[in-house]
């Protein structure tokens, strides 16, 4: 499993353009809402020095953008303990940050330990620069096999989830102008996450219908064939005026509408007595 990781972590990803993680960095901060999944916070920095190439500076030549994060003292990362160590609740927002940004990259080595004492580690998740794709079909997260991804919500985390503020999260994105497919995404992600929630499915379950059991390869996911349906339809419907407004992301889109009639009560519930 260890070597899959470090394969995974050397490939490059399907919807992250090269050079665009320190973006995606910020992003992912920004996004976790009141430190509710505890990423360190992120500010976007701009790098000027003589050892930089000149290749890799922004456009307006004013050095390379890049990210700087706050320091998290830790004791290690959550590959050198077994995930039984962990809590639920820290597994669970982890799990609900990284299905929102449909991360792509999520592994115990990107999660930093920290322990006080005698007290249960706690989980610090870093390393977003591979989250919020274009595509949908690189989705992975390995916690979605440890048991407390199993465990039911508690009233708390179904009442987090619930009040998520997709418009200022879009609004994040589009200051940081992220692509538009991405912001797009972000929106179908959690969604897919606040239906699938209501309906009482657990994190694993979830997981399973958004994720490919290979990322990027087989199948599609349950996740991916709803969005192809609601773009199919959407496509159809859409007349010109729709289709020169289509580089702007609105919540007022009828495709976000139509995804949700898609991802109705009914056909999770059947989803969730196969998984």
């Given at each position: 499993?260890?070597?899959?990781?470090?394969?995974?972590?050397q490939?490059?990803r399907?919807?992250?353009?090269?050079?665009?993680g320190?973006?995606?960095?910020?992003a992912?901060?920004?996004?976790?809402?009141?430190?509710?999944?505890?990423?360190?916070?992120?500010?976007?920095?701009?790098?000027?020095?003589?050892a930089?190439?000149?290749?890799?500076?922004?456009?307006?030549?004013?050095?390379?953008?890049?990210?700087?994060?706050?320091f998290?003292?830790?004791?290690?990362?959550?590959?050198?303990?077994?995930?039984?160590?962990?809590?639920?609740?820290?597994?669970?927002?982890?799990g609900?940050?990284?299905?929102?940004?449909?991360?792509?990259?999520r592994?115990?080595?990107?999660?930093?330990?920290?322990?006080a004492?005698?007290?249960?580690?706690?989980?610090?998740?870093?390393?977003?620069?591979?989250c919020?794709?274009?595509?949908?079909s690189?989705?992975?997260?390995?916690?979605?096999?440890?048991?407390?991804?199993?465990?039911?919500?508690?009233?708390?985390?179904?009442?987090?989830?619930?009040?998520?503020d997709?418009?200022?999260?879009?609004?994040?994105?589009?200051?940081?102008?992220?692509p538009?497919?991405?912001?797009r995404?972000?929106?179908?992600?959690?969604?897919?996450?606040q239906?699938?929630?209501?309906s009482?499915?657990?994190?694993?379950?979830?997981?399973?219908?958004?994720?490919?059991?290979?990322?990027g390869?087989?199948?599609?996911?349950?996740?991916?064939?709803?969005?192809?349906?609601?773009?199919?339809?959407?496509?159809?419907?859409?007349d010109?005026?729709?289709?020169?407004?289509r580089s702007?992301?609105?919540?007022?889109?009828?495709?976000?509408?139509?995804?949700?009639?898609?991802?109705?009560?009914?056909?999770?519930?059947?989803?969730?007595?196969?998984?």
């Open positions: 499993q260890q070597q899959q990781q470090q394969q995974q972590q490939q490059p399907l919807g992250i353009v090269p050079g665009t320190a973006l995606r960095e910020v992912a901060a920004r996004l976790d809402r009141g430190s509710w999944a505890s990423v360190p916070d992120t500010v976007l920095v701009r790098v000027a020095h003589p930089v190439e000149h290749s890799m500076c922004t456009p307006d030549g004013r050095g390379l953008l890049a990210s700087l994060q706050r998290v003292p830790n004791a290690c990362s959550a590959d050198d303990l077994s995930s039984s160590k962990f809590s639920v609740c820290d597994v669970q927002r982890v609900v940050l990284d299905l929102r940004l449909l991360n792509t990259d592994h115990g080595g990107n999660l930093l330990v920290q322990r004492g005698e007290a249960e580690p706690r989980l610090h998740p870093i390393d977003h620069g591979l919020l794709p274009t595509t949908l690189e989705t992975y997260a390995e916690w979605q096999y440890w048991p407390q991804a199993s465990v039911p919500f508690d009233a708390a985390t179904l009442r987090y989830i619930a009040e998520l997709l418009a200022a999260d879009l609004a994040t994105l589009q200051e940081l102008d992220l538009v497919a991405a912001q995404n972000l929106v179908l992600a959690t969604l897919f996450l239906e699938a929630a209501r009482g499915h657990s994190l694993a379950q979830i997981a399973n219908m958004m994720c490919r059991p290979c990322p390869r087989g199948a599609p996911s349950l996740f991916e064939k709803l969005v192809a349906q609601a773009q199919e339809i959407d496509d159809d419907d859409e010109e005026e729709e289709q020169q407004h702007v992301v609105s919540l007022e889109a009828p495709l976000f509408e139509r995804f949700r009639k898609l991802c109705s009560a009914t056909q999770l519930v059947q989803r969730r007595n196969t998984c």
